[in-house]
Nanobody
Framework: QVKLVESGGGLVQPGGSLRLSCAASGSINSFYSMGWYRQTQGKQRESVATFTSGGGIDYADFVKGRFTISRDSAKNTVYLQMNTLNLDDTAVYYC???????????????WGRGTQVAVSS
């Protein structure tokens, strides 16, 4: 069982910055991935930045050079530093971790409730 709680969202002007946090509790059986996703109202959810099971980091093309994902294992917290924000970054940002399981379902996804990011001039 894993619980994820996001925080740090808010209103910011174009060109500004925000730092999102995802606090995790519980235990993971087998790590697959963990990271940030976002969804604009009425549109599909998309990946933003994730840690992979291979030890790498995947960034979406639209955030490369602007966003940085990091983690503090001692605090069980994942962060997303967002710089040079623009209007298209307005969305609800979600934290997700994918956990492996010995029995079916083989993979279990855990999601936080999300935190709102609004970029407006």
């Amino acid at each position: 069982q894993v619980k994820l709680v996001e925080s740090g969202g808010g209103l910011v002007q174009p060109g500004g910055s925000l730092r999102l946090s995802c606090a995790a509790s519980g235990s993971i059986n087998s790590f697959y991935s963990m990271g940030w996703y976002r969804q604009t109202q009425g549109k599909q959810r998309e990946s933003v930045a994730t840690f992979t099971s291979g030890g790498g980091i995947d960034y979406a093309d639209f955030v490369k050079g602007r966003f940085t994902i990091s983690r503090d294992s001692a605090k069980n917290t994942v962060y997303l530093q967002m710089n040079t924000l623009n209007l298209d970054d307005t969305a609800v940002y979600y934290c997700m971790t994918r956990d492996g399981n010995l029995r079916r379902p083989r993979v279990i996804d855990y999601w936080g409730r999300g935190t709102q990011v609004a970029v407006s001039s």
